[in-house]
């Protein structure tokens, strides 16, 4: 009979610790959400997630407008290897009055400065994912940085004045150079947790088939986070608890990314998404938000799926939490997982890295685009996947990065980017500058604008609309642009950004009033008011007038 | 044991059930001569479970996406 009843236990604790406990904490998110804070008083103003019933959510401002979010990726907060000095300083003041300071020569990516974002914005960029080492926040345990803290809020300065969102990115790659030097292994590529916090037990650090990830050491450190050894996923939490408390009443911060292209390390799909990541994210935004989903557990030690986390009092409620998909994902362009409801926080977002042709399995054959065989689906089968991964979680989804060798700009950005509009998705390209590298806006040679990219990147859209099924169409080859939308007169209106490089006409027909001003940088921006009924905003075909190199 | 595997490896939760099932009729038609009745319960259980949190959760998501 004891034994019965111990076995019995065991089967109930397994099963509350594994799929069955996973999925009912789940569900039991649908059930009662979780109020978000009603934004308001910002300098900017306050971004959610709107959930249309039985429609996609996606990202609205306070007059409830899906809002496009078009911005790039600078690399010039994060601490990489080889673990000497930082290339360029951390105090912010030395960035003061528009100064630029230099970077070491060895450094792959140069400062971030006032006028990186002066010239994202004259592009036509209205935000910025600003990825942050855990390295540099929390050097040692339990003590963060607040110089670094103070180079965070002057970039979300800068962009503030330039009517830029700042996505705040807990960014790593490999898990950190802190795994060590060894075979094959550039520690100039790696980023992220601090050295107190990666724990490799003696795993060696050798790089196999060149791909950063695939090391022992790598393995055994993600998994060590996963699994909370030694408390350090709560001290993940703490971290970003710390950075949300500094910027819970900052609207230019339109959220935090909980954690860049998360690596499973010795664990499987989709066990690995299901018992570990989701769950992980989850915690974070009760920590964060105070939203109380999850068993009230202990923490310091492996928690199971089950668990929630306590509220550690920052009460943020009005930023969105921006969710990366698995690396495995990345790689295979198909879900890899269940994709269950995640919080009964609202404004979530699925956090999508958009790589195909790249760092999928048909380049990992070694087949180069156009002539592939994956994914079977070509573009598409990421991005249908992808939305119906954020429509099971009740997120919206935005392409958190995407980018390539500049000479395939014209198959894979180009189709990127068309994806993108035809799902009315907001994208953030990688990579900004990047010194020694090729995959930066700008050449690594003369520093140059890549003029292709400007093309490309500089585009005419939408950047706020009352109409979620607003449809529109740029030709970068022609600068022609084309919108359509459907309004109810005192809607909010439509408005458009056309790049200081589209010199065409501007034209509104249908129901809607218009104006239309035009920026120093000669921009324009197009005010479509609707009146009620269908209306559009075009673009004449023109000559664009490129400032870039060729 | 595969009963267990199979709530964190849902993969394994229909040779659970087979094995579970199978065993327990072995234990019946053997009169008394063979034991384990708990165990293989315990591991049909474990694998019902598994299989309902795997097909909750599918069907979840093909409604919800």
Redesign the interface.
């Known amino acids: 009979m004891i ?2 009843v111990v ?2 236990a ?2 109930f604790v ?2 509350l ?4 406990g ?2 009912l904490v ?2 039991a998110t649908r059930v009662v959400p979780t109020a978000a804070a009603a934004g308001s008083g910002g300098t900017l103003p306050w971004l959610h997630v709107a959930h249309p019933t039985g429609g996609m959510p996606y990202i609205a401002d306070e007059q409830g407008r899906l809002v496009l979010l078009h911005g790039a990726i600078p690399a010039g907060l994060l601490q990489f290897g080889p673990g000497l000095a930082q290339p360029f300083p951390i105090d912010p003041s030395a960035y003061e009055g528009d100064r630029c300071p230099a970077a070491a020569g060895w450094s792959r990516y140069p400062p971030l400065c006032h006028s990186d974002l002066q010239a994202m914005a004259a592009l036509g960029f209205n935000s910025v994912r600003l990825p942050i080492s855990w390295s540099l926040l929390e050097p040692q345990r339990g003590r963060f940085d607040e110089v670094y803290v103070a180079r965070i809020a002057q970039v979300v300065e800068w962009a503030r004045a330039l009517r830029m969102y700042v996505i705040v990115d807990m960014h790593q790659n490999g898990y950190s150079y802190f795994v060590g030097p060894g075979p094959h292994v550039n520690l100039a590529y790696l980023s992220g947790a601090p050295a107190w916090a990666t724990l490799t037990d003696g795993f060696p650090s050798q790089v196999y088939r060149d791909q950063r990830e695939l090391n022992p050491a790598v393995f055994e450190a993600t998994t060590n986070f996963w699994y909370d050894r030694d408390g350090i996923q709560d001290e993940y939490i703490a971290a970003l608890a710390h950075l949300a408390r500094r910027f819970k009443d900052d609207s230019a911060v339109v959220g935090y990314g909980v954690y860049n292209e998360p690596w499973p390390g010795w664990n499987l799909s ?2 690995f998404e ?2 570990l990541l989701f769950p992980f994210y989850r915690r974070v935004i009760d920590a964060i938000t105070g939203a109380h989903d999850g068993l009230p557990c202990w923490s310091g030690f492996f928690m199971p799926a089950v668990c929630g986390y306590r509220d550690l009092g920052v009460d943020d409620r009005r930023h969105l939490m921006f969710l990366d998909t698995g690396l495995v994902r990345e790689v295979t362009d198909f879900p890899t997982h ?4 995640v919080s009964s926080y609202p404004n979530l977002v699925l956090a999508l890295h958009a790589y195909t042709h790249i760092y999928t399995i048909d380049t990992f054959r070694g087949e180069k685009v156009p002539n592939t065989d994956y994914p079977w689906g070509g573009y598409d089968q990421s991005y249908d996947f992808a ?3 954020a ?2 979680m ?1 997120a919206a989804l935005f392409v958190a990065e995407f980018g390539d060798d500049p000479s395939d700009d014209a198959l894979i950005l180009k189709s990127q980017l068309q994806q993108q509009e035809k799902r009315r998705l907001g994208f953030a390209f990688w990579t900004w500058t990047e010194s020694g590298g090729s995959w930066g806006m700008f050449t690594s040679a003369s520093g140059c604008l890549r003029a292709g990219r400007e093309r490309l990147l500089a585009r005419a859209y939408p950047r706020a609309t009352a109409d979620p099924q607003v449809t529109f169409h740029y030709d970068s080859d022609t600068g022609a642009f084309s919108l359509s939308a459907t309004g109810r007169a005192g809607d909010a209106p439509t408005i458009v950004y056309v790049p200081a490089e589209d010199g065409g006409a501007i034209a509104i027909s249908g129901a809607a009033a218009s104006s239309t001003e035009t920026a120093q940088d000669g921009s324009r921006i197009v005010t479509a008011s609707p009146t009620g009924g269908q209306f559009g905003v075009t673009v004449a075909a023109g000559q664009i007038r490129l400032s870039g190199c060729p | 044991m595969l ?2 595997l199979a ?4 993969v394994f939760a229909p040779f659970a059930i087979w094995s579970g099932t199978r065993s327990l009729r072995r234990i019946r038609a053997s009169e008394g001569e063979l034991r384990g009745s ?2 293989a319960v ?1 591991g049909l ?2 694998g019902l ?2 299989l ?3 097909l ?3 069907v ?2 093909l409604v ?2």
């Open positions: 034994g019965r076995v019995a065991l089967v397994v099963a610790a594994t799929y069955p996973a999925v789940s569900l989709p066990g299901d018992l269940l994709g269950l409801p939305e119906r991964e429509k099971a009740d | 009963g267990l709530l964190p490896f849902g708990g165990s315990a259980v474990a479970l598994a309902g949190a795997f909750i959760g599918t979840y998501w919800a996406s």
